[in-house]
């Protein structure tokens, strides 16, 4: 496994290349009590993100629906005046 005496070797790694790594490094380490709490705030920020998501999506939907409904509406409130 490579030493990194660079910031800009190990950002060069792969997401699988730094997995490799990680495996290998973890079997000789001690994991501590900040590395599980890193975890779960990792873990929580993901299920945020994808909910945020998914909130944006709603919003977009409906933004779309309401643009719909108000053209309706404005056809619908224009044919009597035109008569």
């Known amino acids: 496994m490579p030493n990194f005496n660079s910031y800009a070797k190990l950002r060069a790694l792969t ?21 599980v709490r890193e975890e779960i705030a990792r873990r ?25 409904l108000t053209a309706v509406n404005v056809i619908v409130a224009v044919i009597p005046l035109a008569t």
Request: a neutral charge.
């Open 15 to 35: 997401t699988e290349q730094l997995v490799e790594l990680y495996d290998h490094r973890a079997q000789h380490a001690d994991v501590g009590v900040a590395f």
């Open 44 to 68: 929580e920020a993901k299920k945020q993100t994808a909910a945020i998501a998914h909130m944006t999506r709603t919003m977009r939907n409906l933004t779309w629906v309401i643009t719909a």
